[in-house]
């Protein structure tokens, strides 16, 4: 099976700009859930996405956007990037209906200069 | 805001000996969950303990939980320089699979 895959890599923006980070789930799963990791913290819940809808957000500006499609890939779009927006982006699926746990990317590392 | 804190924020052993680090947790919960994150890169599900177990074993690892003191330990035994990672708690409140609340990670460090 496969797993997480998040792209691209290492991203560098300017503030104000937008921003697209792409993440294609492990085969089987259906849910997608975002999460931001600022250095020396622990992930932040941005959120989720269940049959191509929002299903559940966390404590983030309207600016944080999403996507689903129906092979259950995601984006996730920042718009007016700001520097603290400057983090590591994990992607996760999962299977929706099941206690299991998440299985996460390699996450795509942005900077904001 | 994080859910959870992890206790030491930082943890430096030689091979072969015990880590023991704690968690406390805010709300009620459904199950509690730890992850390991090599540095900067992405995070591996280590156990899983659901709200009505108070200990679970998986290899080298051992896990309990108290609900009544809303608190969580992860003992790594014998461990190896391999082990050298920052391990997170993580909550999972809501019946919404998924939407985890993180501690900010213990950082250890296994000296050979």
């Known amino acids: 099976e496969t797993g997480v895959t998040q792209s691209p890599t290492h991203l560098i923006k300017t503030r104000g700009q937008q921003v697209t980070l792409r993440c294609s789930s492990q085969?089987?799963?259906?849910?997608v859930s975002w999460y931001q990791q600022a250095l020396g913290q622990g992930p932040q819940f941005i959120f989720q996405?269940?049959?191509?809808?929002?299903?559940g957000r966390g404590n983030f500006p309207p600016r944080f956007s999403g996507l689903q499609f129906p092979n259950y890939s995601s984006e996730l779009n920042v718009n007016a990037l700001e520097l603290d927006d400057s983090a590591l982006y994990l992607c996760?699926?999962?299977?929706?209906?099941?206690?299991?746990?998440?299985?996460f990317g390699n996450g795509t590392r942005l900077t904001v200069t | 805001s994080q859910q959870g804190e992890e206790d030491p924020q930082a943890l430096s052993i030689q091979e072969g000996e015990n880590a023991t680090m704690n968690c406390s947790y805010k709300?009620?919960?459904?199950?509690l969950q730890w992850y390991r994150q090599n540095s900067g890169r992405g995070l591996v599900h280590l156990i899983l303990?659901?709200?009505?177990?108070r200990e679970k074993h998986s290899g080298r690892l051992r896990v309990t939980l108290d609900t009544s003191k809303k608190s969580s330990s992860l003992l790594i035994t014998a461990s190896r320089a391999a082990d050298t990672a920052s391990y997170f708690c993580?909550?999972?409140?809501?019946?919404?699979?998924?939407?985890?609340?993180f501690g900010a990670g213990t950082q250890v460090v296994v000296t050979p």
């Open positions: 993580a909550t999972d409140s809501e019946p919404g699979w998924g939407k985890l609340q």
């Open positions: 709300t009620s919960i459904n199950n």
């Open positions: 996405y269940y049959r191509e809808e929002e299903n």
């Open positions: 303990i659901r709200s009505n177990e």
């Open positions: 085969s089987g799963h259906n849910t």
């Open positions: 996760a699926s999962s299977l929706q209906g099941v206690w299991s746990p998440l299985h």
